[in-house]
């Protein structure tokens, strides 16, 4: 017979990190998962420690190859790894010794605020490249406090450590993926890989998204001239071999950013393939095709993935900064939950929201908004409001979010959807889902086995290494157990509660301004 291939994925998000094991039918085998701690040292920041990242991916690997063991199979088994990431959060490390220079700014942090306003207002430059849109038709991309580049903007302003390194030029700046693979191929000590794969690369604001690599007009804007950079390479390549550990000499044959793995995994390779993905923040990803397009309603324009020396394909997404982790509030900070599965439990209780709105906006809105100023806001209490409501509001939020993108991406791409794919953790609620199809009115389709997160890295892995030849060989991976959620609202009651949650995001908007005013008055 022949040896099993199997096909290992790591999963690197914002609050846990996954080692994940397929077969080559794209069967979840076994996985190991853990959280990792977050830093909230100041309202609106959220920072990472790079060496607790670092220790959970080894942690899972060692902790999933054990239970493999169980099964029956050894290390040996597993061909080769991918990599998936939390996208924007950003790593500052020392050249010379490979150390970090400071925290890792989180993709959701909300700090670079003034910095952006301190871009978009530059004068230097023709009045038709000025303003947040300053980069767009390079990069794709808005000048937001969502981007890598504004975050390594902000350590160089106000990190002194970051500031030397790079007049040093020792400063290598990276996102997660980058520091990843540099780590697991070797680090400093062993001449470590140091790369970026095009949908990682496509976030930082730049590379040209046009020609896939670094932009000199792009690192000048935001005054990196000189700076270190990776080298950008395909999200299915071989990019070195694991150095250390049970998976010592395992090729890294797979790379992407975790919303384009998603997309990858859903299996979304035709133009006007869609899937949203239900995290920690929520993220509608819609398959262009070879070619960008850049939007006129607030979406990002991106990378959505490419194999090999196949041309990319692209992708235009809409981003909900906060979806899981507002069940995480509910749960941390409140405690009206003691674990985040019982929200669905607690929201099923209650026909309706009871008139509440929920505008989870902790750190701004993304797009289609792209407010920074916005801030969470609860609309519609009376005394009847009990914790169900709260509930419901909180899942409704998300819903109401993804549709507000969904209309977005059907005014781009002229080509109205008709059903969504979804994976993530919150998908995992049936209500929740079903209040997507109610309130988008298309049909939300949610696979069985929803780590498709992982599977869109173990795919990429496992094309550049060939378990799998191609992308008609890869259509027959988790095609089972498909649970299809159809609109059971009238129109009438849809538009009733949309126009509703509309009215509740004129509330939220200017409240950071307003709290910052407020507490620059107590100081």
Known sequence: ????????????GTTSTRFVIFDENGKMLTYHQMEFEQHYL??????????????????????????????????????????????????????????????????????????????????????????VDALREICGLPITTYFSAVKLRWMLDHVPEVKQAYDQNRLQFGTIDTWLIYNLTG????????????????????????????????????GFKGIRLAKIVPSSSIYGKIHSGSLKGVPIAGCLGDQQSALVGQKCFHVGDAKNTYGTGCFMLFNTGASPVLSRNGLLTTVAYQFGNEKPSYALEGSVAVAGSSIQWLRDSLGIIDESKEISSLAERVEDTAGVYFVTAFTGLFAPYWRDD?????????????????????????????????????????????????????????????IQADILNIEVDRPQMRETTALGAAIAAGIATGIWKNIDE???VNTEGRTVFKPRISEEQRNKMYTGWKEAVTRSLGWANVVSGILDEEV
């Open 1 to 12: 017979m022949t040896k099993k291939q199997f096909v290992g994925a790591i999963d690197q």
């Open 42 to 131: 100041h309202p609106g920041w959220v920072e990472h420690d790079p060496y607790d990242i670092l220790a959970s991916v080894d942690t899972c690997i060692e902790h999933a190859i054990r239970k493999l063991s169980i099964l029956g199979y050894d290390a040996s088994s597993i061909s080769c790894v991918g990599i998936t990431n939390q996208r924007e959060t950003t790593v500052a490390w020392d050249s010379e010794t490979g150390q970090p220079l400071c925290p890792a700014i989180v993709w959701s942090d909300g700090r670079t605020a003034k910095t952006v306003q301190e871009l978009a207002s530059q004068k230097n430059l023709p009045k038709e490249r000025q303003g």
């Open 187 to 222: 680090g400093v000590e062993n001449n470590g890989a140091l790369v970026t794969d095009v949908t990682n690369a496509s976030r930082t604001m730049l590379m040209d998204i046009n020609t896939l690599q670094w932009s000199d007009e792009a690192i000048n804007f935001f």
């Open 374 to 434: 916005a801030r969470g806001t609860i609309c519609g209490l009376t005394q009847f409001t009990k914790r169900e409501h709260i509930a419901r509001a909180t899942l409704e939020a998300v819903c109401y979010q993804s549709r507000a993108i969904l209309e977005a991406m059907n005014k781009d791409s002229k080509t109205p959807l008709r059903s969504l794919k979804v994976d993530g953790g919150v998908s995992n609620s049936d209500i929740c889902m079903q």
């Open 474 to 476: 890869v259509h027959r």
